[in-house]
């Protein structure tokens, strides 16, 4: 069992900029295994796909919404992925939430609480 925990949400002007980190439990090795996504829900909307990026870091797919953005990175020794969040818009307002997944095609199977981003415009 992997646990993720999720840092860095809160209040930031459209505009402006945040930070997201996710940390796992698993071993650096196992780590650099997963395929780690971010996901995000607003209020009464569905659980929306933000972005991936593979084991080793060298592919991301990003959702066209945050594409020019958001950029996701990852530090496999640190077991830690990030989304560095620019450009802020009201519409990006939801519980952002960490996963990962076993290998480059698996689902996502661990997954974060949640981590709350509010915009204000």
């Known amino acids: 069992q992997v646990q993720l925990v999720e840092f860095g949400g809160g209040l930031v002007q459209a505009g402006g900029s945040l930070r997201l980190s996710c940390a796992a439990s698993?071993?650096?090795?196992?780590?650099?295994?997963?395929?780690m996504g971010w996901f995000r829900q607003a209020p009464g909307k569905e659980r929306e796909y933000v972005v991936t990026i593979r084991g080793n870091g060298d592919s991301t797919f990003y959702a066209d919404s945050v594409k020019g953005r958001f950029s996701i990175s990852r530090d496999n020794a640190k077991k830690t992925v990030y989304l560095a969040m620019n450009s802020l818009k009201p519409e990006d307002t939801a519980v952002y939430s960490c996963?990962?997944?076993?290998?480059?095609?698996?689902?996502?199977?661990?997954w974060g609480q949640g981590t709350q981003v509010t915009v204000s415009s």
């Open positions: 698993a071993s650096a090795r196992t780590f650099s295994t997963y395929r």
């Open positions: 996963a990962a997944a076993p290998g480059s095609s698996g689902s996502y199977v661990y």
